[in-house]
């Protein structure tokens, strides 16, 4: 199996792009349709932080296309999500008191989200997790179907390197067959 999860939590940031702030946006205005699927606002504004959420606006147009290609398909995302120790473990909200540097990031994130998302941290954190195992699995199941079952070594440079040539080339070639169907509403 296609050991890449790490990497993909880490995707997302390869393709930032500058824009403006979102907060001038209804959370339920469409930011861009891809294929009939629209992405609104407010899913941007969950993931992300309201002054970088724009930026993550191609990064999450992929995501749909790579979720819609994966449906179309009809494979099985199941063996790419998180069991239940893990999905249970990325749940949890560090302690407020944690000495954990990330940890401490990971809790400031969710209490600002929250905070804007009129929600409690916790609640933010575990439907946070939720949403980010579930796209993780799309990404991975992609991945697996398109480049094969290899093993993974995060720790080679060169490996690494590879990776993410070839995973830049699919989401490009992604995105130029759907380009026609790709509609970005804000910017």
């Given amino acids: 199996m296609l050991k890449v999860v790490q990497l993909s939590i880490l995707i ?39 002054d970088t959420a724009l930026e993550y606006l191609d990064s999450a147009i992929e995501v749909e296309l790579i979720k819609q290609e994966v449906k179309e398909m009809d494979l099985d995302i199941s063996n790419n999500l998180n069991d239940e120790k893990n999905r249970d473990e990325f749940e949890k909200l560090p302690p407020k008191n944690t000495k954990d540097e990330s940890g401490k990031q990971i809790r400031k994130f969710a209490e600002t989200q929250a905070e804007k998302l009129d929600m409690t941290p916790e609640d933010f954190q575990s439907e946070y997790a939720k949403r980010i195992n579930e796209r993780n699995a799309y990404i991975n199941t992609y991945l697996e179907e398109k480049l094969g079952d290899e093993e993974a070594d995060i720790n080679d440079e060169n490996w690494i390197e590879e990776f993410g040539e070839k995973y830049n080339n699919l989401l490009e070639k992604l995105v130029d067959e759907n380009e026609d169907e790709i509609e970005v509403l804000i910017d």
Avoid at 21 to 29: C, H, L, M, P, T
């Fill in 12 to 50: 997302p940031f390869i393709f930032m792009v500058g824009c403006s702030g979102i907060s001038k946006y209804d959370d339920n205005e469409a930011a861009a349709i891809v294929k009939g699927q629209e992405i609104t606002v407010g899913d941007l504004r969950f993931l992300y932080p309201d």
